[in-house]
């Protein structure tokens, strides 16, 4: 079956220490997606990618950095600057060879930073 | 810019009320509108969609009409039941935005037997 896979699910670490979120998808998309989600607040969009080896920040990308050296890769590494990580985390792709296509997500990766 | 308001839940129903979810939009040009909805731990599943003014979007019992004139692209379902119970997010996709999806802040749906 074709999807976005998010691992793990549930990730645990101590303040000060850099954690790497894994997102695989399967579906041939071009473009991939970060998001994260605060009780409350909605989606916020941290980084995305459009081709490999290309990604842009977006609204929220202070102490998040990316990398997109595979088309079917696009892990989000969440950095000891980031203030606030603890958080729900949603990958998401996207087909951008149709104008309308929707966003597929992957079921989230919620970080715990004590 | 973009912007999507939804209306504040939570929305607390009982099983085969009647359902209206409340979405307007901010947009220049022609927008394509969406609705997601997550359930409990897990991501968001596309609900339905309308790419153009009057489409109405259908899925699972639920409906939303795409309305230019009014901004607006309320969710709706005749009967729902407590499986339906998640929280549902509007959302717009604009030419021109790099593909970013812009989304409202969810309306977080409970409905009890």
């Known amino acids: 079956d074709g999807g976005i896979t998010q691992s793990p699910k549930y990730l645990f670490r101590k303040e000060g220490q850099n954690v790497t979120l894994s997102c695989e998808q399967n579906l041939n998309h071009d473009a991939m997606y970060w998001y994260r989600q605060d009780p409350g607040q909605g989606l916020r969009l941290i980084y995305y990618?459009?081709?490999?080896?290309?990604?842009q920040k977006g609204d929220i990308a202070e102490g998040y950095s990316v990398s997109r050296e595979k088309k079917e890769s696009f892990p989000l590494t969440v950095t000891s600057a980031q203030k606030n990580p603890t958080a729900f985390y949603l990958c998401?792709?996207?087909?951008?060879?149709?104008?309308?296509?929707?966003?597929?997500f992957g079921n989230g990766t919620r970080l715990t930073v004590t | 810019g973009n912007s999507v308001t939804q209306m504040e839940g939570p929305v607390t129903l009982s099983e085969e009320a009647f359902l209206t979810i409340n979405c307007t939009y901010t947009?220049?040009?022609?927008?394509?509108l969406f609705w997601y909805v997550q359930y409990p731990g897990e991501g968001l599943q596309l609900l339905l969609k309308?790419?153009?003014?009057?489409d109405k979007g259908s899925n699972k019992g639920f409906e939303a009409t795409y309305r230019k004139e009014t901004t607006s692209f309320h969710l709706e379902k005749g009967s729902v039941q407590v499986s339906d119970s998640a929280v549902y997010f509007c959302a717009l996709l604009n030419t021109g935005t790099a593909s970013k999806l812009t989304f409202g802040t969810g309306t977080r749906l409970q409905v009890t037997l």
């Open positions: 309308a790419t153009k003014a009057d």
């Open positions: 947009a220049t040009g022609y927008p394509s």
């Open positions: 998401a792709s996207r087909n951008t060879g149709g104008n309308n296509s929707p966003l597929h």
């Open positions: 990618s459009q081709i490999v080896n290309d990604f």
